[in-house]
C-alpha cells in the first residue's frame, strides 16, 4: 500500500503539467503518477503531430479559445528552459473557391477575439511566405503556430519531475477507485485526491466515481503519410478551410521540427479504444460497443458521421488522400510520398444525449477526484495553462 497526497492515472502531457504546476506551487507535495505503459506519453502525447496551435479555431465562449494562446506561449518557454528545439514554420489557411472566403473571415475573427496573431492576407502574399502554396484570392496568415518534437517535450518534462520529487509508476494499470483508494494490477494506492487523466480510459475510470455519465469514448485513428523528399521545399503548414461542424482539420501538410513534411492526418472510426495496427490490444467488449455507437451515428448521420466515415475510409487509398493533399499547393511530387506514420488514435468523447462529439475540454470532479474527460487537440498546446485551470477549479 502505497499512501500520496495526490495520484495522477496517466503519464501523458497534462497529467505530468499538473504535477509540474502542483509542485512549483507546494515542492513538498507528494505526487505518484501511474500509467500502465513501460514509459511516458505513449498515447496521444507521443504519437501526436507536434504542432503548437494559435487559437483562432475556437469560439469565444470555450475553453480552448482561452487557454490556447496562452498555452503556445507557455509551452514555447518551457521548450526554451529545456533546450528544445521549436521549427517556427508558421501556418496558412487557403481557400479552394470563393465560399470558402467567408469561412477564413470567420476564423480570423475567432482569432482576434481569442487574443491570437492572424490576418487575413492576399493570395500574392501567401505566396512570398510559401511560394508552392495555392489559394483562391486569400488566406489566413499564422506567425506563431510552430511545431515541436512531442515526445522530447514529454520526456523533457518526466526529467523536471523526478528532479523535483514526482514518483512514476509504470507498467501499473488502474483497475478501481473505492473511497480514497486506488486499486491496480501493481498494488493499492491510499491517496488524499486523484487526478485522471487516463485518456481512452478516461471516462470509465470517471463512472467508477459517477462522474462523465452523459459521455463516452469514441476512437479516431489518425495516420501521416511522410514525404521524405520535399522536392518542392514546402517550409509552412498549409492547411485547409475546415468544417467548422466537427473538431478535425482535413488533411493538410506538417512540417515537423526536423524538416521532415507529413501529409494527413486521417480521422478514421476505429474498431477499439487501443486498434492501432491489425489485432494489437483487441477487446471484444470494445469492438461490440465502439461498433454500436458508430453503426447509431452511422444510420442517424448525427454531425455528418456517416459522410465523414464514407470519405476517410477512402483515405486509406493513397491516391485519394495525395488527391486531397494536392489541392493546397501548385507542385507535388506523387513519386516522393512515402509510408504510413506511426498511427495515433483520437481520444474523441461523444455525448451520448445529443449524440454530438465534444469540441471542447470537458472536466468534472469534487474535493476527492478530478476527471479530465476531454483534452483532444489542442490539448498538446494547452497542457500548462490547463493544468492551471484545473489546479485552480478543483485542487486548491
Same mark, same amino acid.
Given at each position: 500500500m502505497e499512501k500520496v497526497d495526490l495520484v495522477i492515472v496517466g503519464a501523458g502531457i497534462v497529467g505530468m503539467a499538473i504535477a509540474d504546476r502542483l509542485k512549483q506551487r507546494s515542492p513538498g507535495l507528494d505526487i505518484a503518477i501511474l500509467d500502465k505503459e513501460s514509459d511516458v506519453a505513449q498515447h496521444a502525447s507521443g504519437?501526436?503531430?507536434?504542432?503548437?496551435?494559435?487559437?483562432?479555431?475556437?469560439?469565444?465562449?470555450?475553453? &480552448?479559445?482561452?487557454l490556447t494562446v496562452a498555452g503556445n506561449t507557455a509551452m514555447r518557454e518551457f521548450c526554451q528552459a529545456q533546450g528544445i528545439g521549436i521549427n517556427e514554420c508558421g501556418k496558412l489557411v487557403v481557400a479552394t473557391n470563393r465560399a470558402e472566403l467567408k469561412q477564413l473571415k470567420t476564423l480570423e475573427a475567432r482569432g482576434q477575439a481569442n487574443g491570437s496573431a492572424v490576418s487575413i492576407?492576399?493570395?500574392?502574399?501567401?505566396?512570398?511566405?510559401?511560394? =508552392?502554396?495555392?489559394?483562391?484570392?486569400?488566406?489566413? $496568415?499564422?506567425?506563431?503556430?510552430?511545431?515541436?518534437?512531442?515526445?522530447?517535450?514529454?520526456?523533457?518534462?518526466?526529467?523536471?519531475?523526478?528532479a523535483a520529487g514526482v514518483r512514476f509508476f509504470?507498467?501499473? &494499470?488502474?483497475?478501481?477507485i473505492q473511497g480514497s483508494l486506488?486499486?491496480?494490477?501493481?498494488?493499492?494506492?491510499?491517496?488524499?485526491?486523484?487526478?485522471?487523466c487516463a485518456g481512452l480510459y478516461a471516462d470509465r475510470l470517471a463512472q467508477q466515481c459517477g462522474f462523465g455519465k452523459d459521455y463516452i469514448m469514441i476512437p479516431f485513428k489518425g495516420l501521416y503519410l511522410k514525404y521524405p523528399g520535399?522536392?518542392? =521545399?514546402?517550409?509552412?503548414?498549409?492547411?485547409?478551410?475546415?468544417?467548422?461542424?466537427?473538431?478535425?482539420?482535413?488533411?493538410?501538410?506538417?512540417?515537423?521540427?526536423?524538416?521532415?513534411? &507529413?501529409?494527413?492526418p486521417t480521422a478514421t472510426p476505429a474498431? $477499439?479504444?487501443?486498434?492501432?495496427?491489425?489485432?494489437?490490444?483487441?477487446s471484444f467488449r470494445e469492438l461490440v460497443e465502439t461498433l454500436s455507437w458508430e453503426s447509431l451515428l452511422f444510420v442517424t448521420n448525427a454531425f455528418g458521421f456517416r459522410n465523414l466515415a464514407f470519405e476517410e475510409m477512402q483515405k486509406y487509398r493513397k491516391r485519394f488522400f495525395v488527391d486531397q493533399a494536392r489541392k493546397l499547393v501548385k507542385e507535388m511530387d506523387d513519386a516522393s510520398v512515402g509510408d504510413w506514420s506511426e498511427p495515433g488514435i483520437r481520444a474523441q468523447l461523444l455525448n451520448k444525449k445529443t449524440k454530438q462529439l465534444v469540441q471542447d475540454f470537458i472536466v468534472e470532479g469534487d474535493s476527492r477526484s478530478v476527471h479530465i474527460l476531454n483534452a483532444v487537440s489542442p490539448g498538446?498546446?494547452?497542457?500548462?495553462?490547463?493544468?492551471?485551470?484545473?489546479?485552480? &477549479?478543483?485542487?486548491?
Amino acid at each position: 500500500m502505497e499512501k500520496v497526497d495526490l495520484v495522477i492515472v496517466g503519464a501523458g502531457i497534462v497529467g505530468m503539467a499538473i504535477a509540474d504546476r502542483l509542485k512549483q506551487r507546494s515542492p513538498g507535495l507528494d505526487i505518484a503518477i501511474l500509467d500502465k505503459e513501460s514509459d511516458v506519453a505513449q498515447h496521444a502525447s507521443g504519437r501526436n503531430s507536434g504542432v503548437l496551435h494559435a487559437g483562432f479555431y475556437y469560439t469565444a465562449d470555450s475553453l &480552448k479559445a482561452r487557454l490556447t494562446v496562452a498555452g503556445n506561449t507557455a509551452m514555447r518557454e518551457f521548450c526554451q528552459a529545456q533546450g528544445i528545439g521549436i521549427n517556427e514554420c508558421g501556418k496558412l489557411v487557403v481557400a479552394t473557391n470563393r465560399a470558402e472566403l467567408k469561412q477564413l473571415k470567420t476564423l480570423e475573427a475567432r482569432g482576434q477575439a481569442n487574443g491570437s496573431a492572424v490576418s487575413i492576407i492576399s493570395a500574392a502574399e501567401a505566396e512570398r511566405i510559401e511560394p =508552392n502554396v495555392r489559394t483562391y484570392e486569400q488566406a489566413l $496568415w499564422s506567425p506563431r503556430t510552430a511545431t515541436v518534437d512531442p515526445k522530447e517535450v514529454c520526456l523533457a518534462l518526466k526529467s523536471k519531475l523526478l528532479a523535483a520529487g514526482v514518483r512514476f509508476f509504470t507498467n501499473t &494499470k488502474a483497475l478501481s477507485i473505492q473511497g480514497s483508494l486506488l486499486h491496480t494490477d501493481k498494488g493499492s494506492f491510499a491517496f488524499g485526491k486523484l487526478v485522471n487523466c487516463a485518456g481512452l480510459y478516461a471516462d470509465r475510470l470517471a463512472q467508477q466515481c459517477g462522474f462523465g455519465k452523459d459521455y463516452i469514448m469514441i476512437p479516431f485513428k489518425g495516420l501521416y503519410l511522410k514525404y521524405p523528399g520535399n522536392p518542392t =521545399n514546402i517550409k509552412t503548414n498549409i492547411y485547409p478551410v475546415p468544417n467548422l461542424k466537427n473538431p478535425f482539420l482535413g488533411v493538410h501538410f506538417t512540417v515537423t521540427k526536423s524538416g521532415l513534411v &507529413k501529409l494527413g492526418p486521417t480521422a478514421t472510426p476505429a474498431l $477499439w479504444r487501443e486498434n492501432y495496427r491489425g489485432l494489437d490490444r483487441f477487446s471484444f467488449r470494445e469492438l461490440v460497443e465502439t461498433l454500436s455507437w458508430e453503426s447509431l451515428l452511422f444510420v442517424t448521420n448525427a454531425f455528418g458521421f456517416r459522410n465523414l466515415a464514407f470519405e476517410e475510409m477512402q483515405k486509406y487509398r493513397k491516391r485519394f488522400f495525395v488527391d486531397q493533399a494536392r489541392k493546397l499547393v501548385k507542385e507535388m511530387d506523387d513519386a516522393s510520398v512515402g509510408d504510413w506514420s506511426e498511427p495515433g488514435i483520437r481520444a474523441q468523447l461523444l455525448n451520448k444525449k445529443t449524440k454530438q462529439l465534444v469540441q471542447d475540454f470537458i472536466v468534472e470532479g469534487d474535493s476527492r477526484s478530478v476527471h479530465i474527460l476531454n483534452a483532444v487537440s489542442p490539448g498538446f498546446t494547452c497542457s500548462f495553462p490547463f493544468a492551471e485551470y484545473v489546479i485552480e &477549479k478543483y485542487l486548491t
